[in-house]
């Protein structure tokens, strides 16, 4: 890369206040910060998730991954929650983080999700959710049926239309957004982002100096406010040295089956999977 990035990275992780087991599992380590949220009930949701962060663990410590790498690993990591032999239903996880790339000489982060956990990046004091959920409240709103506070007590709020597993066979959004100076991403499950509102995890992120701090606040907002899921927040800041002035340039979508959006959009046919802790 013809500049370096500097980061600062920290994670928190907790079964929440009414759930016997964690079924959260991560990686945080350059150049690969992932959370991936299972499903199935108790162990076949926490092997899936186990699973899937596993698959990319050939990842970790290189400089930077392409997109071929980062597919690979996909593929790799759904063999394996495919294998996971359950009692009830099929075990499965969502799966959302960002990864160092370059493209001809150019820092980057490679996006990639699926399901329902988010990816949040602050720059300066304005916070966006980069990824768009893949949930059958999301489709609603995109039908303009619901509003987003709708969604947070619909009866369908927890019903995911992409997962890895759970008889899903859907693909990842997966798509580029260059590297800037001075941004903060969050990656978490929906256990955070179902306690805290948009403005709250905002306030966290611009209001807490260290990456450390920030999650560990984050975390203890959201066992404040309830704690109704496991929740998982991996906060990381990021520095660019020696080339700052890399061009802000539009997002790159990078999935073959998606629109021409700048933003991942949710799918218009896909079957509903709960992810009530089933």
């Given at each position: ?32 910060f ?52 359950t ?28 399901g ?22 999301q ?7 619901i ?130 802790d089933?």
């Amino acid at each position: 890369m013809t500049s370096t990035i500097q980061l600062d990275w920290a994670a928190e992780s907790d079964r929440g206040r009414r759930r016997a087991v964690n079924e959260d599992s991560f990686v945080a380590a350059p150049p690969l910060f992932l959370v991936a949220d299972g499903m199935g009930g108790h162990d076949a949701g926490a092997q899936a998730s186990q699973a899937a962060v596993e698959g990319f663990r050939s990842l970790v410590g290189r400089a930077s991954v392409s997109v071929d790498d980062v597919q690979e690993a996909f593929a790799m990591a759904a063999r394996a929650v495919g294998e996971i032999e359950t009692v009830r239903s099929a075990a499965g996880t969502t799966l959302a983080g960002i990864a160092l790339s370059e493209q001809g000489d150019v820092a980057y982060w490679l996006v990639l999700n699926i399901g329902d956990s988010r990816i949040y990046r602050l720059f300066g004091d304005v916070l966006e959710q980069v990824s768009v959920d893949h949930s059958a409240v999301q489709v609603l709103i995109d039908r303009g049926e619901i509003t987003a506070a709708d969604a947070e007590t619909h009866a369908q709020r927890n019903v995911v239309t992409r997962a890895v597993g759970a008889g899903s066979i859907a693909a990842p959004d997966y798509w580029l957004l260059p590297a800037r100076s001075a941004e903060r991403f969050l990656v978490c499950s929906d256990g955070l982002s179902k306690e805290l509102s948009f403005t709250a995890i905002r306030d966290v992120l611009v209001g807490e100096e260290s990456p450390q701090a920030a999650a560990t606040r984050l975390l203890y907002e959201a066992l404040r406010n309830g704690g109704r899921d496991n929740i998982t927040v991996v906060v990381v800041d990021a520095r660019l040295v020696g080339d700052d002035d890399t061009p802000t340039l539009p997002s790159a979508i990078i999935s073959d089956d998606v629109d021409e959006d700048t933003v991942p959009r949710a799918p218009r046919r896909e079957e509903g999977i709960d992810h009530a802790d089933v």
